[in-house]
């Protein structure tokens, strides 16, 4: 398994408006994700959807509250 990198809220945000990253809210539920978006960020169901699709050598981050 994979160890879990924290990306800083300010290191997340400068890569996203760079387009060098995309962040995705971790939460399957539609309500949650309207409540608890951030700035840039796309569904989980969205990620699924483009998944097979996206550059393998971006990064991904993933959050969650």
């Given at each position: 398994?994979?160890?879990?990198?924290?990306?800083?809220p300010?290191?997340?945000?400068?890569?996203?408006l760079?387009?060098e990253?995309?962040?995705?809210c971790?939460?399957?539920?539609p309500?949650k994700?309207?409540?608890?978006?951030?700035?840039g960020?796309?569904?989980f169901?969205?990620?699924?959807?483009?998944?097979?699709?996206l550059?393998k050598?971006?990064e991904i981050?993933?959050y969650?509250?």
């Amino acid at each position: 398994m994979s160890e879990i990198i924290r990306v800083s809220p300010e290191a997340t945000r400068s890569k996203v408006l760079k387009d060098e990253a995309i962040l995705v809210c971790a939460y399957e539920d539609p309500a949650k994700y309207s409540a608890l978006r951030l700035e840039g960020a796309i569904s989980f169901g969205e990620f699924r959807e483009r998944a097979p699709f996206l550059d393998k050598g971006r990064e991904i981050i993933f959050y969650c509250a």
